[in-house]
């Protein structure tokens, strides 16, 4: 029996204006582009559900209120489905608990640390998840997400934990890097964070990806926080305090990443779910197939 407090809490920083799909997202928040038929911000809620997380807490910003009304009922479509005798199981993962559907405001765009601060009011005193949305994570068939991973290993170890991938070393420049310390398996102890290093300087090839488990005194941390890199309050910074004070620890993540916070990665998301799926995967590959002849 673990005697670390669950994991009951999700934050998912869901404010940007998603200006690199412009001028898709002109009308509708990034968040809710669909791969195949999911929204993204459906995929990472789902996730953290399946990690036995009850209460998703959206930082939401001015335009973003249609991510609420995904996850609330919606009358007159699911009235007209029911007369017409239409399948409602497929509308069962936008419901939602009264009340397990919380939003704050992030008025004006610090960053991420800022955008975990504005939570802080609902995430109390408990340890609590981080899912940044863009970064889809998929295990593997038959295995858990990312996020179930992450909370066996905490009910292990406890103290924060951050999702990590391993790349070629020609790529970490491009991402924040842990120094490792010891491992166990899938767990590496976090001994250093590093933002986007010199490959000659990168400490390891584990990149961190958009899966945290934090103590609620990062809190305090970030409260303290001057701006960092771009002139925002950075996440990165208040985690690298908080290593040797509290355990910390990388989970290698079992399973793809897709980035979609690029158009290249949301077209790769999109291409490899269709493929996975037995409705359509058959005639996906036809399709990709004849188009690439």
Known sequence: MSTHKPIKKAV??????????????????????PIV????????????????????IFVTGRGK??????????YELEDTMQERGKDMSVLEPTRATPGDIITVRQQVPMGLGHAIWCARAIVGDEPFAIFLPDELMVGKPGGTGCM?????????????????LEVPMEEVSSYGV???????????????????????????????????????????????????????????DAMARMIGSQPFHAVTFDGNRYDCGSKTGFVEATLALALE???????VRAMAERLLK
């Open 277 to 283: 799926r037995e409705d359509m995967g058959a005639e």
């Open 65 to 74: 209120t249609a991510i609420v009304e995904h996850f609330d009922v919606a």
């Open 37 to 56: 038929d999911r929204p993204l911000i459906q995929y990472a809620v789902d996730e953290a559900r399946e990690a036995g997380i009850e209460q998703m």
């Open 148 to 164: 179930k991973q992450m909370v066996d290993a905490y009910e292990d170890v406890g103290g924060n934990l951050i999702s990590v």
């Open 12 to 33: 998912f920083p869901v404010a940007g204006l998603g200006t690199r799909f412009l001028p898709a997202t002109k009308a509708i928040p990034k968040e809710l582009l």
């Open 178 to 236: 842990i120094e490792p310390g010891a491992e166990n398996g899938a767990l590496t102890e976090v001994t250093g964070l590093v933002e986007k290093p010199p490959v000659a300087e990168a400490p390891s090839n584990k990149i961190v990806s958009g899966r945290y488990i934090l103590q609620p005194e990062v809190m305090r941390t970030l409260e303290t926080q001057g701006k960092g890199a771009g002139g925002e309050i950075q996440l990165t």
